[in-house]
């Protein structure tokens, strides 16, 4: 008797344990991309050296989104608002601007710059859509992914003025939608509430001088989830999480200090 007690009690025991354990590795997950980016920061910045000069940049992007932001709908009639299933899909040409620091270190042939960067990247949906919403009165969904990144960038001069480069980034990508369609009616109205995700970006492109620069960089947004925050007179399609893959292909133009 005793023994079947024991057992039932351990076990009782070790379930509990388990599913705390999974709750803290759901949450050391996301907080370990963060984590990395600190740890990276402090490293870049404190590995400066007689020979390395700090070198900030800003940057203007105009962005072809990729990805499921490229992704065509399907449904006929064209909706009046996006709604969970359809959102961050279909976007026009984006904008953004970003900045980036870095510490230059001449190697001989050639100069290596690891770097800490974050950019803001604006999209929105495309014209039939607003033109149609505008019509109605109803708010219109507008994207914003902000990547925080880590990573080196390698130039080499080939003329006095001109010096080709290329550059990797990784890091965490944060995604916001804003609301869409028209709060305190009968009409349909919802606000969302996004995942962040594993982010890159690669880039090639040309120095001109010392002070301007401009490259074409692929970004790698990462898979973001999308669900209802709050919503009203829309489908019910439960706690389902939607996925989105996101992209952006931008040409992107620096100015050096």
């Not at 907080?31 to 404190?46: D, Y």
Request: glycine content about 10%.
């Amino acid at each position: 008797m005793y023994e079947k007690i024991l057992k039932k009690l351990v076990k009782n025991k070790f379930y509990v344990y388990f599913c705390n354990s999974n709750r803290k590795t759901n949450t050391m997950k996301k907080t370990n991309i963060f984590k990395s980016l600190a740890v990276a920061a402090a490293l870049l910045f404190t590995a400066q050296s007689a020979n390395a000069q700090l070198e900030q940049s800003v940057f203007l992007n105009a962005g072809m989104p990729l990805g499921q932001f490229h992704q065509k709908l399907n449904t006929t009639p064209m909706p009046t608002v996006f709604g969970k299933e359809n959102i961050a899909k279909e976007t026009t040409i984006g904008f953004g601007l970003g900045y980036r620091a870095g510490f230059v270190f001449d190697i001989g042939y050639g100069e290596v710059t690891p770097f800490l960067s974050a950019d803001l990247l604006w999209n929105q949906t495309s014209s039939k859509y607003r033109d149609q919403s505008a019509t109605l009165g109803y708010k219109i969904p507008n994207y914003f992914n902000i990547p925080i990144l880590i990573g080196v960038n390698y130039r080499y001069g080939i003329t006095d003025i001109i010096t080709a480069f290329g550059e990797f980034g990784v890091g965490y990508d944060a995604f916001f939608i804003t609301p869409e369609g028209k709060k305190g009616t009968l009409d349909p109205y919802a606000k969302y509430k996004t995942g962040g995700a594993l982010a890159w970006q690669v880039g090639v492109g040309s120095y001109f001088g010392n002070h301007f620069s401009v490259g074409i960089h692929y970004y790698g947004l990462g898979k973001h989830t999308i669900n209802y925050k709050k919503q009203a007179n829309l489908p019910d399609l439960g706690s389902t999480n939607e996925l989105r893959s996101l992209g952006s292909l931008n040409l992107r133009i620096g100015f050096h200090f």
